[in-house]
Protein backbone atom coordinates (compact mmCIF):
# COMPACT_ATOMS: atom_id res chain seq x y z
CA UNK A 1 0.00 0.00 0.00
CA UNK A 2 1.33 3.25 -0.82
CA UNK A 3 0.08 6.33 1.68
CA UNK A 4 0.78 10.03 0.82
CA UNK A 5 1.50 11.96 4.15
CA UNK A 6 1.50 15.63 4.60
CA UNK A 7 2.94 17.24 7.88
CA UNK A 8 4.43 20.22 9.05
CA UNK A 9 8.41 19.85 9.48
CA UNK A 10 10.71 22.84 10.86
CA UNK A 11 10.73 25.65 9.17
CA UNK A 12 8.75 23.82 5.69
CA UNK A 13 5.30 24.00 6.10
CA UNK A 14 4.02 21.41 4.23
CA UNK A 15 5.48 18.12 2.99
CA UNK A 16 4.47 14.58 1.40
CA UNK A 17 6.23 11.25 1.68
CA UNK A 18 5.54 8.56 -0.17
CA UNK A 19 5.99 4.93 2.32
CA UNK A 20 5.40 1.16 0.84
CA UNK A 21 3.54 0.18 3.61
CA UNK A 22 4.05 -3.65 3.79
CA UNK A 23 4.04 -6.12 6.44
CA UNK A 24 4.21 -3.83 8.93
CA UNK A 25 6.86 -1.92 7.72
CA UNK A 26 7.30 1.27 5.77
CA UNK A 27 9.61 1.92 3.22
CA UNK A 28 9.72 5.47 2.06
CA UNK A 29 9.84 6.00 -2.12
CA UNK A 30 9.35 9.73 -2.75
CA UNK A 31 9.56 12.94 -1.01
CA UNK A 32 7.81 16.11 -2.39
CA UNK A 33 8.28 19.51 0.08
CA UNK A 34 7.67 22.64 -0.14
CA UNK A 35 5.49 25.89 0.67
CA UNK A 36 1.64 25.87 0.32
CA UNK A 37 2.45 26.82 -3.34
CA UNK A 38 4.54 23.52 -4.29
CA UNK A 39 2.14 20.81 -3.04
CA UNK A 40 0.87 20.51 -6.69
CA UNK A 41 4.83 19.43 -7.44
CA UNK A 42 4.81 17.34 -4.12
CA UNK A 43 1.43 15.45 -5.57
CA UNK A 44 3.45 14.93 -8.92
CA UNK A 45 6.24 13.18 -6.84
CA UNK A 46 3.37 10.87 -5.37
CA UNK A 47 2.21 10.28 -8.84
CA UNK A 48 5.14 9.23 -10.05
CA UNK A 49 6.16 6.99 -7.09
CA UNK A 50 3.31 4.92 -7.65
CA UNK A 51 3.80 4.59 -11.77
CA UNK A 52 7.63 3.16 -11.08
CA UNK A 53 5.75 0.60 -8.82
CA UNK A 54 3.13 -0.19 -11.35
CA UNK A 55 6.04 -0.71 -14.16
CA UNK A 56 8.07 -2.86 -11.78
CA UNK A 57 5.79 -5.30 -12.08
CA UNK A 58 2.66 -7.25 -10.21
CA UNK A 59 0.01 -5.28 -9.22
CA UNK A 60 -0.43 -2.60 -6.39
CA UNK A 61 -3.04 -1.84 -4.60
CA UNK A 62 -2.43 2.29 -3.97
CA UNK A 63 -3.98 4.68 -1.55
CA UNK A 64 -2.97 8.10 -1.66
CA UNK A 65 -4.27 9.64 1.50
CA UNK A 66 -3.66 13.93 2.60
CA UNK A 67 -3.61 13.82 6.62
CA UNK A 68 -4.31 17.36 7.65
CA UNK A 69 -1.56 18.60 10.08
CA UNK A 70 -1.73 19.06 13.80
CA UNK A 71 -3.72 21.58 15.23
CA UNK A 72 -1.38 23.80 17.22
CA UNK A 73 -2.58 25.07 20.64
CA UNK A 74 -3.74 29.00 20.54
CA UNK A 75 -1.20 31.66 21.08
CA UNK A 76 -1.77 33.90 24.04
CA UNK A 77 -2.01 36.57 22.38
CA UNK A 78 -3.42 39.18 25.47
CA UNK A 79 -1.00 37.67 27.37
CA UNK A 80 -3.99 35.68 30.11
CA UNK A 81 -2.22 32.71 30.87
CA UNK A 82 1.33 34.56 31.47
CA UNK A 83 -0.85 37.13 33.44
CA UNK A 84 -2.44 33.97 35.41
CA UNK A 85 0.89 32.48 36.21
CA UNK A 86 2.64 35.01 37.13
CA UNK A 87 -0.32 35.83 39.70
CA UNK A 88 0.09 32.75 40.82
CA UNK A 89 3.54 32.46 41.94
CA UNK A 90 3.02 36.19 43.58
CA UNK A 91 0.02 34.84 45.64
CA UNK A 92 2.12 31.81 46.74
CA UNK A 93 4.95 33.97 47.41
CA UNK A 94 3.27 36.89 49.60
CA UNK A 95 1.39 33.94 51.46
CA UNK A 96 4.31 32.50 52.72
CA UNK A 97 5.60 35.56 53.67
CA UNK A 98 2.43 36.64 55.01
CA UNK A 99 2.91 33.13 57.57
CA UNK A 100 6.54 34.25 58.32
CA UNK A 101 5.47 37.70 58.63
CA UNK A 102 2.71 36.93 61.92
CA UNK A 103 5.24 34.47 63.60
CA UNK A 104 8.15 37.07 63.54
CA UNK A 105 5.58 39.52 64.70
CA UNK A 106 4.22 38.08 67.46
CA UNK A 107 7.98 36.87 68.42
CA UNK A 108 9.56 40.34 68.31
CA UNK A 109 9.44 42.61 70.94
CA UNK A 110 10.47 43.01 74.23
CA UNK A 111 10.47 39.96 75.23
CA UNK A 112 11.64 37.70 72.32
CA UNK A 113 9.84 34.27 71.49
CA UNK A 114 11.55 32.15 69.47
CA UNK A 115 9.63 31.31 66.67
CA UNK A 116 9.12 27.35 67.24
CA UNK A 117 7.79 28.10 70.58
CA UNK A 118 5.61 30.66 69.02
CA UNK A 119 4.11 28.03 66.80
CA UNK A 120 3.72 25.36 69.12
CA UNK A 121 1.62 28.10 71.76
CA UNK A 122 -0.62 28.94 68.81
CA UNK A 123 -1.29 24.97 67.54
CA UNK A 124 -1.48 24.31 71.50
CA UNK A 125 -4.62 26.98 71.95
CA UNK A 126 -6.53 25.49 68.53
CA UNK A 127 -6.39 22.32 69.55
CA UNK A 128 -3.34 20.55 68.47
CA UNK A 129 -1.93 17.99 70.85
CA UNK A 130 1.41 18.25 71.96
CA UNK A 131 3.76 18.70 75.46
CA UNK A 132 3.15 22.22 76.22
CA UNK A 133 6.86 23.07 77.70
CA UNK A 134 6.69 26.77 77.53
CA UNK A 135 6.00 28.89 80.95
CA UNK A 136 2.65 30.70 81.56
CA UNK A 137 4.17 34.12 81.15
CA UNK A 138 4.92 33.47 77.38
CA UNK A 139 1.64 31.27 76.61
CA UNK A 140 0.11 35.17 78.09
CA UNK A 141 2.82 37.24 75.50
CA UNK A 142 1.95 35.30 72.74
CA UNK A 143 -1.88 34.66 72.98
CA UNK A 144 -3.03 37.40 74.70
CA UNK A 145 -1.17 40.10 74.00
CA UNK A 146 0.77 39.71 70.51
CA UNK A 147 -1.12 37.37 68.16
CA UNK A 148 -4.61 39.02 68.41
CA UNK A 149 -2.79 42.95 67.93
CA UNK A 150 -0.82 41.14 64.63
CA UNK A 151 -4.25 39.51 63.37
CA UNK A 152 -5.80 43.06 63.66
CA UNK A 153 -2.71 44.98 62.20
CA UNK A 154 -3.33 42.16 59.06
CA UNK A 155 -6.78 42.93 58.55
CA UNK A 156 -6.31 46.88 59.05
CA UNK A 157 -3.68 46.78 56.56
CA UNK A 158 -5.85 44.37 53.66
CA UNK A 159 -8.93 46.74 54.79
CA UNK A 160 -7.01 49.63 54.29
CA UNK A 161 -5.58 48.37 50.95
CA UNK A 162 -8.50 46.88 49.29
CA UNK A 163 -10.22 50.04 49.76
CA UNK A 164 -7.65 51.74 48.16
CA UNK A 165 -7.84 49.87 44.47
CA UNK A 166 -11.20 50.43 44.89
CA UNK A 167 -11.42 54.25 45.90
CA UNK A 168 -8.53 54.55 42.89
CA UNK A 169 -10.76 52.95 40.42
CA UNK A 170 -14.18 54.46 41.02
CA UNK A 171 -12.62 58.38 40.99
CA UNK A 172 -9.98 57.17 38.51
CA UNK A 173 -7.34 59.09 40.03
CA UNK A 174 -3.98 57.33 40.79
CA UNK A 175 -3.67 59.28 43.86
CA UNK A 176 -6.96 58.52 46.04
CA UNK A 177 -6.64 56.55 48.87
CA UNK A 178 -9.04 55.45 51.47
CA UNK A 179 -9.25 58.55 53.54
CA UNK A 180 -10.15 60.45 50.90
CA UNK A 181 -14.13 60.26 51.49
CA UNK A 182 -14.23 61.94 54.45
CA UNK A 183 -14.71 58.39 57.02
CA UNK A 184 -11.72 58.69 58.77
CA UNK A 185 -12.48 62.26 59.66
CA UNK A 186 -15.51 61.10 60.97
CA UNK A 187 -14.00 58.11 62.82
CA UNK A 188 -12.01 60.55 64.50
CA UNK A 189 -14.58 63.05 65.56
CA UNK A 190 -16.41 60.15 67.18
CA UNK A 191 -13.53 58.73 69.18
CA UNK A 192 -12.25 62.75 70.49
CA UNK A 193 -16.34 63.03 71.89
CA UNK A 194 -15.73 59.50 73.92
CA UNK A 195 -12.21 59.92 74.96
CA UNK A 196 -13.09 63.85 76.08
CA UNK A 197 -16.54 63.95 76.89
CA UNK A 198 -17.31 60.53 77.42
CA UNK A 199 -19.50 59.90 74.82
CA UNK A 200 -21.04 56.61 74.77
CA UNK A 201 -19.81 54.77 78.17
CA UNK A 202 -22.97 53.22 77.86
CA UNK A 203 -20.85 50.76 75.62
CA UNK A 204 -18.30 50.53 78.61
CA UNK A 205 -14.89 49.52 77.57
CA UNK A 206 -16.22 49.43 73.49
CA UNK A 207 -17.25 52.64 73.90
CA UNK A 208 -14.34 54.03 71.63
CA UNK A 209 -14.38 51.50 68.58
CA UNK A 210 -18.54 52.24 68.79
CA UNK A 211 -18.84 56.07 68.93
CA UNK A 212 -15.55 56.41 65.98
CA UNK A 213 -17.62 53.70 63.88
CA UNK A 214 -21.08 55.76 64.06
CA UNK A 215 -19.25 58.74 63.30
CA UNK A 216 -17.78 57.55 60.24
CA UNK A 217 -21.31 56.26 59.01
CA UNK A 218 -22.24 59.69 59.96
CA UNK A 219 -19.51 60.90 57.37
CA UNK A 220 -20.23 58.34 54.89
CA UNK A 221 -24.06 59.31 54.97
CA UNK A 222 -22.97 63.03 54.66
CA UNK A 223 -20.71 62.51 51.73
CA UNK A 224 -23.29 60.78 49.89
CA UNK A 225 -26.19 63.31 50.13
CA UNK A 226 -24.02 66.18 49.19
CA UNK A 227 -22.21 64.03 46.38
CA UNK A 228 -25.94 62.85 45.28
CA UNK A 229 -27.11 66.60 44.31
CA UNK A 230 -28.42 66.63 41.18
CA UNK A 231 -29.99 62.99 41.43
CA UNK A 232 -26.05 61.45 40.43
CA UNK A 233 -23.07 60.52 42.09
CA UNK A 234 -19.71 61.20 39.81
CA UNK A 235 -16.72 60.68 40.16
CA UNK A 236 -15.57 63.77 40.64
CA UNK A 237 -18.81 64.78 42.85
CA UNK A 238 -17.66 62.11 45.23
CA UNK A 239 -14.15 63.53 45.57
CA UNK A 240 -15.16 67.19 46.09
CA UNK A 241 -17.99 65.89 48.93
CA UNK A 242 -15.11 63.71 50.21
CA UNK A 243 -12.88 66.22 50.20
CA UNK A 244 -15.18 69.06 51.92
CA UNK A 245 -16.77 66.82 54.65
CA UNK A 246 -13.29 66.02 55.39
CA UNK A 247 -11.84 69.02 56.20
CA UNK A 248 -15.38 69.99 58.26
CA UNK A 249 -15.08 66.92 60.60
CA UNK A 250 -11.09 67.64 61.35
CA UNK A 251 -12.52 70.58 62.38
CA UNK A 252 -14.92 69.51 65.01
CA UNK A 253 -12.29 67.22 66.31
CA UNK A 254 -10.11 70.10 66.61
CA UNK A 255 -12.79 72.16 68.08
CA UNK A 256 -14.05 69.06 70.62
CA UNK A 257 -9.81 69.15 71.73
CA UNK A 258 -9.45 72.84 72.37
CA UNK A 259 -12.86 72.71 74.18
CA UNK A 260 -12.13 70.02 76.26
CA UNK A 261 -9.08 71.91 78.13
CA UNK A 262 -7.47 68.32 79.71
CA UNK A 263 -3.97 68.32 78.23
CA UNK A 264 -3.64 64.51 78.93
CA UNK A 265 -7.64 63.63 76.60
CA UNK A 266 -5.75 65.83 73.85
CA UNK A 267 -2.67 63.61 73.65
CA UNK A 268 -4.96 60.56 74.02
CA UNK A 269 -7.02 61.59 71.07
CA UNK A 270 -3.67 62.72 69.09
CA UNK A 271 -2.16 59.91 69.62
CA UNK A 272 -5.17 57.66 68.84
CA UNK A 273 -5.48 59.43 65.59
CA UNK A 274 -2.16 58.76 64.76
CA UNK A 275 -3.31 55.02 64.42
CA UNK A 276 -2.35 52.27 67.09
CA UNK A 277 -2.88 48.37 67.69
CA UNK A 278 -2.62 48.56 71.12
CA UNK A 279 -6.55 48.03 71.69
CA UNK A 280 -6.51 44.11 70.09
CA UNK A 281 -7.80 41.40 72.16
CA UNK A 282 -9.97 38.60 71.20
CA UNK A 283 -13.42 39.81 71.27
CA UNK A 284 -15.99 41.12 69.64
CA UNK A 285 -14.43 43.88 67.67
CA UNK A 286 -11.80 41.67 66.12
CA UNK A 287 -14.28 39.21 65.18
CA UNK A 288 -16.14 42.56 63.65
CA UNK A 289 -13.01 43.43 61.42
CA UNK A 290 -12.34 40.02 60.51
CA UNK A 291 -15.76 39.21 59.02
CA UNK A 292 -16.15 42.79 57.48
CA UNK A 293 -12.70 42.77 55.75
CA UNK A 294 -12.53 39.10 54.34
CA UNK A 295 -16.38 39.79 53.02
CA UNK A 296 -15.59 42.68 51.55
CA UNK A 297 -12.14 41.52 49.80
CA UNK A 298 -14.08 38.31 48.64
CA UNK A 299 -17.16 40.55 47.17
CA UNK A 300 -14.85 43.19 45.43
CA UNK A 301 -12.64 40.19 44.05
CA UNK A 302 -16.22 39.05 42.18
CA UNK A 303 -16.57 42.81 41.15
CA UNK A 304 -13.48 42.63 39.60
CA UNK A 305 -14.78 43.09 36.35
CA UNK A 306 -17.05 45.62 36.44
CA UNK A 307 -14.09 47.50 38.45
CA UNK A 308 -12.34 47.25 35.13
CA UNK A 309 -15.02 48.79 32.95
CA UNK A 310 -15.77 51.88 35.68
CA UNK A 311 -11.91 52.36 36.15
CA UNK A 312 -12.03 52.96 32.08
CA UNK A 313 -15.14 55.47 32.17
CA UNK A 314 -18.93 55.41 32.33
CA UNK A 315 -19.32 55.42 28.51
CA UNK A 316 -17.31 52.02 28.81
CA UNK A 317 -19.33 50.67 31.25
CA UNK A 318 -22.58 51.75 29.79
CA UNK A 319 -21.31 50.13 27.26
CA UNK A 320 -20.46 46.63 28.74
CA UNK A 321 -23.45 46.73 30.92
CA UNK A 322 -22.68 48.14 33.67
CA UNK A 323 -24.77 50.74 35.23
CA UNK A 324 -22.16 54.14 37.35
CA UNK A 325 -24.23 55.29 39.30
CA UNK A 326 -25.56 52.30 40.49
CA UNK A 327 -22.62 50.58 41.23
CA UNK A 328 -20.85 53.72 42.53
CA UNK A 329 -23.44 54.05 45.20
CA UNK A 330 -22.85 50.18 46.08
CA UNK A 331 -19.19 50.32 46.31
CA UNK A 332 -19.22 53.61 48.08
CA UNK A 333 -21.32 51.78 50.71
CA UNK A 334 -18.77 48.96 51.26
CA UNK A 335 -15.71 50.80 51.34
CA UNK A 336 -17.47 53.57 54.15
CA UNK A 337 -18.74 50.27 55.74
CA UNK A 338 -14.97 48.91 55.72
CA UNK A 339 -13.36 51.84 56.39
CA UNK A 340 -15.81 52.92 59.17
CA UNK A 341 -14.94 49.14 60.95
CA UNK A 342 -11.02 49.70 60.21
CA UNK A 343 -10.67 53.42 61.76
CA UNK A 344 -12.73 52.47 64.67
CA UNK A 345 -10.43 49.51 65.90
CA UNK A 346 -7.14 51.20 64.93
CA UNK A 347 -7.25 54.87 64.60
CA UNK A 348 -6.16 56.48 60.95
CA UNK A 349 -3.45 55.03 59.30
CA UNK A 350 -2.26 56.78 56.52
CA UNK A 351 -0.95 55.75 53.07
CA UNK A 352 -1.31 52.09 53.12
CA UNK A 353 -4.31 52.63 50.75
CA UNK A 354 -2.42 54.59 48.35
CA UNK A 355 0.93 52.92 48.54
CA UNK A 356 0.20 49.30 48.38
CA UNK A 357 -2.43 49.57 44.95
CA UNK A 358 0.26 50.47 42.52
CA UNK A 359 2.24 48.01 44.41
CA UNK A 360 0.14 45.66 43.41
CA UNK A 361 -0.61 46.89 39.70
CA UNK A 362 3.25 46.68 39.09
CA UNK A 363 3.70 42.95 40.31
CA UNK A 364 -0.19 41.62 38.52
CA UNK A 365 -1.43 44.24 36.13
CA UNK A 366 -4.12 46.49 35.96
CA UNK A 367 -6.81 43.34 36.29
CA UNK A 368 -8.80 44.39 39.42
CA UNK A 369 -9.79 40.63 39.89
CA UNK A 370 -6.10 39.94 40.55
CA UNK A 371 -5.21 43.06 42.44
CA UNK A 372 -7.62 43.06 44.60
CA UNK A 373 -6.29 39.64 45.94
CA UNK A 374 -2.80 41.03 45.71
CA UNK A 375 -2.92 44.34 46.84
CA UNK A 376 -4.56 42.72 50.47
CA UNK A 377 -1.66 40.43 51.21
CA UNK A 378 0.88 43.51 50.58
CA UNK A 379 -1.49 45.55 52.60
CA UNK A 380 -1.44 42.91 55.34
CA UNK A 381 2.54 42.25 55.47
CA UNK A 382 3.47 46.32 55.68
CA UNK A 383 0.64 46.97 58.33
CA UNK A 384 2.99 43.96 60.65
CA UNK A 385 5.81 45.45 59.93
CA UNK A 386 5.34 48.87 60.45
CA UNK A 387 4.00 47.68 63.62
CA UNK A 388 6.34 45.71 65.09
CA UNK A 389 8.81 48.62 64.18
CA UNK A 390 6.36 51.05 66.06
CA UNK A 391 6.57 48.60 69.31
CA UNK A 392 10.54 48.17 68.87
CA UNK A 393 12.20 51.32 67.57
CA UNK A 394 11.69 53.36 70.38
CA UNK A 395 10.86 50.84 73.41
CA UNK A 396 9.50 50.82 76.07
CA UNK A 397 7.91 53.67 74.16
CA UNK A 398 5.35 52.59 71.71
CA UNK A 399 5.54 54.75 67.88
CA UNK A 400 2.12 55.92 66.91
CA UNK A 401 1.91 53.68 63.43
CA UNK A 402 0.86 56.44 61.28
CA UNK A 403 3.92 57.79 61.59
CA UNK A 404 5.81 54.41 60.33
CA UNK A 405 3.56 54.37 57.66
CA UNK A 406 3.96 57.87 56.64
CA UNK A 407 7.74 57.65 56.34
CA UNK A 408 7.49 54.88 53.85
CA UNK A 409 4.52 56.31 51.93
CA UNK A 410 5.76 60.17 51.64
CA UNK A 411 9.05 58.89 49.65
CA UNK A 412 6.90 56.94 47.31
CA UNK A 413 3.97 59.16 46.67
CA UNK A 414 7.21 61.53 45.13
CA UNK A 415 8.01 59.13 43.33
CA UNK A 416 4.99 58.61 41.63
CA UNK A 417 4.47 62.31 41.42
CA UNK A 418 7.97 62.18 39.49
CA UNK A 419 6.61 59.65 37.10
CA UNK A 420 3.56 61.15 36.08
CA UNK A 421 5.20 64.37 35.85
CA UNK A 422 7.75 62.53 33.11
CA UNK A 423 4.43 60.66 31.51
CA UNK A 424 2.97 64.08 30.64
CA UNK A 425 6.04 65.68 29.93
Same mark, same amino acid.
Given at each position: ???????????? +?????????????????????????????? $?????????????? %????? @?????????? $?????????????????? !?? &??????????? /?? #?????????????????????????? =???????????? !?????????????? %?? %????? #?????????????????????????????????????????????????????????????????????????????????????????????????? +?? =???????? !???? +?????????????????????????????????????????????????????????????????? /???? &??????????????? $?????????????? &?????????? !??????? @?????????? %????????????????????? @???
Amino acid at each position: MLVMYRRPIGDV +SRYIVIVRRAEGADKVLAKGAGEEGDLASA $RCDARVAVASQLQQ %GGRVA @TDVRTTAPPR $RPPADVLGLAAGRRRTTW !WL &AGLTAALLLSV /VA #GVGIGAVPVPGGTVARVVAHHVGWPG =ERTWSAPVDAIV !WQVRLPRVLLGALV %GA %GLAVC #GVVLQAMVRNVLADPYLLGVNSGASSGAAAAILFGVGAGFAEHALQVTAFLGALAASLLVFLVARTGGRVTSVRLLLAGVAVGYALYALTSFLIFASG +SA =EGARSVMF !WLLG +SLGLARWDLPLAVVAAVVLGATALLTLWGRRLDALAVGDETAHTLGVRPERFRLVLLVVVALCIGV /VVSA &AGSIGFVGLVVPHLA $RRAVGGAHVRVVVV &AAVMGAILLI !WADVLAR @TLFAPQEVPI %GIITSLVGAPFLLVLIRRLHA @TTA
